[in-house]
């Protein structure tokens, strides 16, 4: 089944699941106040954050290359290996042969949605090694079987009923109502894991050029743990998470934490500049870092989808979109849900087979007007339709249609034409369209405006 | 009243020509009212916005050309529906980038007002009058509001009648569903949209959803056919022309 069929079969699903859409509609809600309160109490003007941000992040993307050199330069003085993946292929085989050097068995984790984006897991797990999730939304999914719901909140999709019996199945606890039961089993679960994992894995909120640093924003501290206990502490990281210097954290922490999760700042925040120094008495003893390229060269080299690598992945046009809200983050089958993922995905993957993503939007404007660095979403998503079609990647059927389209409405009389033949047709054909589509399309009145003003004007 | 505007060009959206006139003779009448002289000029079809949003830019340039003509003289052109005073305003810049129409597209967009923001522009909302003892919902359309910026208008047009109560959902504005063609290729997504949209403003108890924008009320108003809702959706023009007695 392509991508496209199995999307529009799971969007059907999820359309008529209204439990679903309850679920959703609440966790969205919730998060919607506190971020909205968050914004007014903490930004003295959140308008000029966000152009500040931008401005920022821009300055990045004009000098890309020499800031990753930079960053490079200075975390590898301190004893960090630096390795440049291309492809997911890259990344996977400079991250085994990492674990293959340090004969490495068990893997932990923090959430990163890059290390998705490379199938990770997947292929820890087929070279016989074992992986954790540390992040309990994460962990949630990984025992479930399943892939992050949403970029911030993987297993927002799972009530504390569903998760409580996950437990009980996978982890034997027993079955409980208390949040804060089902954590303190996690806990339990995971205790051991960072104890005696051999690689901890993390991905990184932001690459600090000027001084050399990854910063880890969370809210359990078990990112903190993911790469402090291990011996090994590796990074997987898009080459577009840098930050020209530590000065740029002050406006992102709390801009990240405010557009993700409404908070002012989050609960933890890491800055790592190397594996541990002589003198130190902790923290690994090897640092590597993998940064993953994956096509974002591509959308670097492209004037109009440049602007698209200042997303710093905080989620809030996941939930301000109406769309995603009403689907949910499982029904796009790609690591990166809603509209910053229906903008990139088809130039990171091939147009062909995902183009159908910058279709599934009604063009709100939503996503737009909550983005913290001010990507303009919608319009991003307008263009990949026109690139869709000028790649032929769109369907035969809409091409044509909208081809005569064109020609009915290229003239008045053609219209007219065209209108009282449709008109005339309508009332047959209506029962030969498709439901979904038939109920879409109203009564059409024998007389158009046009037809009418005539004689209302002369009367 | 501006009288260096007191000639208005109707620009009658694709939608309301073709399956709701009666919304634009409904403008035609509040424009008359207010003492405007209003032209129709039959040549217009259609903006190009569904070409446009399909990714289809030649075929949305070839409708939108053809637009660009009709309105080339007028000094005003006012239009009951945000979205395509959008996909003017807005789009026909990406759309005649580089073209020989640019400066036409551009001067186009600076002289279409969508109603309401007319009203605002023209000073009035205070002259508007009436009484009409309603529960009114008004769905805010993503365009008005995010395209053009068109912020409080119809609701301060609304409050001005006597005996009408507001009910406004909280975290507004959200979408309908309607989204073009996106309600043709996603008609279930669409179609929930809407539901909800419906449901939000039927648990308020309203007695009429009102909307500036004539694609969201086909979509809410075919969506609420579908689902046995009977509440009346209706364009702030109609709703207008009601509860101002006008006739």
């Keep these: 089944m392509s991508n496209y069929s199995s999307f529009i079969r799971r969007s059907e699903e999820k359309a008529e699941d209204r439990g679903h859409l309850l679920k959703i509609l609440k966790a969205v809600s919730t998060h919607d106040s506190k971020v909205e309160a968050m914004k007014v109490s903490q930004f003295r003007d959140w308008a000029s954050a966000r152009v500040q941000a931008e401005g920022i992040k821009n300055h990045v993307l004009e000098n890309l290359p020499e800031l990753l050199e930079q960053f490079e330069e200075k975390i590898s003085a301190r004893g960090a290996e630096v390795f440049w993946a291309r492809t997911t292929g890259e990344a996977q085989t400079h991250f085994l042969d990492i674990c293959r050097q340090h004969n490495a068995h068990k893997v932990i984790k923090s959430k990163s949605m890059t290390t998705e984006e490379i199938l990770l897991n997947e292929t820890i797990e087929s070279a016989g090694m074992k992986v954790w999730e540390s992040d309990l939304g994460e962990m949630i999914v990984q025992l479930a079987g399943e892939k992050p719901y949403h970029i911030v909140t993987p297993a927002m999709h799972k009530s504390t009923a569903e998760i409580s019996e996950l437990f009980h199945e996978k982890l034997g606890t027993p079955m409980t109502d208390s949040a804060e039961e089902l954590t303190m089993a996690a806990r339990s679960y995971l205790r051991d894991a960072y104890i005696t994992a051999d690689i901890g894995v993390t991905g990184a909120n932001f690459l600090i050029a000027g001084e050399g640093a990854i910063i880890l924003t969370e809210n359990e501290g078990n990112a903190r743990l993911t790469m402090s206990c291990p011996p090994v502490h590796v990074v997987i990281a898009g080459i577009e998470k840098l930050l020209p210097s530590l000065e740029a954290l002050p406006l992102f922490l709390p801009l990240l934490a405010t557009s993700g999760t409404g908070q002012q700042i989050t609960c933890y925040n890491s800055i790592i500049r190397g594996p541990r120094q002589a003198g130190e008495p902790d923290g690994p003893e090897k640092l590597y870092i993998i940064l993953l390229d994956n096509g974002r060269s591509d959308l670097y080299s492209s004037r109009r989808f440049r602007e698209s690598l200042r997303c710093i992945r905080c989620g809030a046009c996941l939930n301000a979109c109406p769309v995603y809200r009403t689907i949910g983050g499982h029904t796009y089958q790609t690591t990166y849900q809603g509209p910053i993922g229906s903008v990139i995905t088809p130039h990171l993957k091939p147009m062909k087979e995902w183009q159908h993503l910058s279709f599934a939007s009604s063009l709100c404007a939503a996503c737009t007007s909550v983005c913290p660095v001010k990507i303009d979403l919608h319009t991003l998503l307008l263009e990949n339709r026109s690139e869709a079609y000028s790649d032929h990647a769109t369907g035969f059927l809409w091409r044509v249609g909208l081809k005569f389209w064109a020609y009915m409405f290229g003239s008045r009389s053609r219209l007219n034409f065209f209108r009282t033949i449709g008109w005339i047709k309508l009332p047959f054909i209506r029962p030969f369209i498709p439901r979904g589509l038939r109920k879409r399309i109203p009564v059409i009145p024998s007389k158009s405006f046009s037809n009418l003003w005539s004689s209302h004007e002369r009367s | ?247």
């Design chain 2, 1 to 247: 009243m501006n009288t260096a505007h007191s000639k208005i060009a109707l620009f009658i959206p694709c939608l309301v020509d073709q399956i709701y006139p009666e919304i634009g003779f409904a403008m035609a009448s509040l424009l008359k009212h207010f003492g405007y002289e209003v032209n129709y000029d039959s040549r217009q079809t259609c903006c190009g916005q569904p070409a446009f949003n399909a990714g289809h830019r030649s075929e949305a340039g070839k409708v939108a050309r053809t637009f660009l003509r009709v309105f080339k003289e007028p000094d005003i052109v006012v239009g009951p529906s945000g979205s395509c005073t959008a996909m003017i305003r807005n789009y026909y810049p990406v759309l005649f980038k580089d073209d020989h129409d640019c400066d036409a597209a551009l001067a186009l967009g600076s002289k279409v007002l969508e109603f309401s923001e007319f009203c605002q522009r023209e000073n009035l909302i205070e002259r508007i009058e009436g009484k009409f003892k309603a529960l009114v919902g008004f769905h805010n359309s993503c365009h008005s509001y995010r395209e053009l910026g068109i912020g409080q208008a119809p609701v301060e047009m609304l409050k001005r009648i006597e005996g009408l109560e507001l009910r406004q959902p909280a975290g507004e504005p959200v979408c309908c569903g309607f989204g073009g063609l996106f309600s043709a290729k996603y008609s279930a997504i669409a179609a929930a949209m809407a539901n909800t949209r419906l449901l939000t403003f039927t648990e308020l108890g309203v007695e009429y959803i009102v909307s500036n924008d004539p694609g969201c009320i086909m979509h809410m108003r075919q969506e609420a056919i579908d689902r046995g809702i009977g509440t009346p959706i209706l364009h702030l023009t109609e709703f207008l022309v009601k509860a101002m007695n006008i006739t």
